[in-house]
């Protein structure tokens, strides 16, 4: 992580569809540096107090009602003031069409204009939450990422111990892939995790002694996945005779990234183990947790139960 997480606005037109009314403005040259965007009603009345500049500017039908009512002059003062202020862009929702006098204003100060076709809270909604996920302080760690069940599994582990042959055995059961090798993980919120793959080595998988394979090639598009929220890590490691390791599972163990705590298990490798079968059974274990159930505690309290009933038939002899 690197503290100065940012996003070109030309990949924020790319991925919202956005209709680019100055193209002349170069907009590879422009940086978004923060996940919201501001909707500039006070500023249009001319109140520029605690205005951050930072934000993309939306223009909504609200907003644009307002303009429209003022005369020719104020209105173009309006824009000015707000067109000068350096802000990234300035977006128009529901295909709503500024005036020429404004789009040559933007290019005097070189602010691009953009349009969307998207209602004001639609747009808003999905460009705050993809901006979430881009600008998210983010971490390269050492691992495999992969969808069981729809929980994201994090498989960490030495080099060599088996991380890649058990994701390939998940993926041949019907799993997917989001990444092997390096994970880069986001932290899109205080909760949530979400692993992506770098570029460079999305969708391939590193088998020693075979080389690298493209698992979107061999096995089709509906084995791998782009993102996927991480929501448990299982460490590989090689099993020592001398370590007690957990048998039944009553008290969750916690590793941490980017200050999130997430439910880790240490998987002790033996000969003749199925590493794909034990990942899923944690998996879809994790899941039955979430829901409510756990089979650790009822063994407990069952165990508890017969105890009692027990000392309670001591008492009738």
């Not at 919201?36 to 109140?47: D, K, M, S, Y």
């Not at 990444?179 to 205080?190: M, N």
């Not at 090639?217 to 791998?224: A, I, K, Q, Y």
């Not at 448990?232 to 370590?243: P, R, Y």
Request: glycine share 6%.
């Amino acid at each position: 992580m690197n503290g100065k997480e940012r996003v070109n606005l030309f990949k924020v037109i790319e991925k919202m569809n956005l209709v680019n009314l100055t193209p002349d403005i170069d907009v590879k040259g422009i940086w978004i540096h923060v996940p919201e965007f501001n909707r500039p009603a006070l500023q249009l009345t001319g109140f520029y107090d605690q205005f951050d500049n930072d934000r993309i500017q939306i223009i909504g039908n609200v907003e644009y009602a307002y303009l429209k009512s003022l005369s020719e002059t104020e209105r173009y003062e309006r824009y000015m003031q707000l067109l000068s202020s350096n802000i990234p862009c300035l977006i128009f929702c529901r295909n709503l069409e500024p005036e020429a006098e404004i789009i040559e204003l933007a290019k005097k100060y070189q602010i691009p204009i953009l349009k969307s076709a998207e209602s004001t809270s639609s747009f808003s909604a999905e460009v705050i939450r993809w901006l979430k996920v881009q600008l998210a302080p983010c971490i390269v760690i050492h691992g495999v990422l992969v969808d069981v069940y729809g929980e994201g599994v994090l498989i960490t582990g030495e080099s060599g111990i088996g991380k890649s042959e058990a994701a390939l055995e998940l993926i041949k059961r019907g799993h997917r892939l989001v990444t092997d090798d390096a994970v880069e993980i986001r932290k899109v919120s205080d909760e949530t995790l979400v692993g992506s793959a770098p570029g460079v080595t999305k969708y391939f998988i590193e088998l020693r002694g075979i080389g690298i394979i493209d698992v979107k090639t061999l096995f089709g598009v509906e084995s791998v996945k782009e993102t996927q929220e991480i929501d448990m890590v299982i460490k590989l490691e090689d099993w020592n005779k001398d370590k007690e390791y957990d048998r039944l599972g009553l008290e969750e163990e916690y590793t941490e990234y980017l200050g999130n705590k997430v439910v880790c298990h240490s998987l002790p490798i033996r000969p003749g183990r199925n590493l794909a079968v034990i990942v899923e059974a944690a998996a879809v274990n994790h899941r039955q947790k979430k829901m409510g159930y756990n089979a650790a505690k009822e063994l407990y309290r069952r165990v508890q139960e017969n105890l009692m009933r027990g000392d309670d038939e001591d008492e009738f002899i």
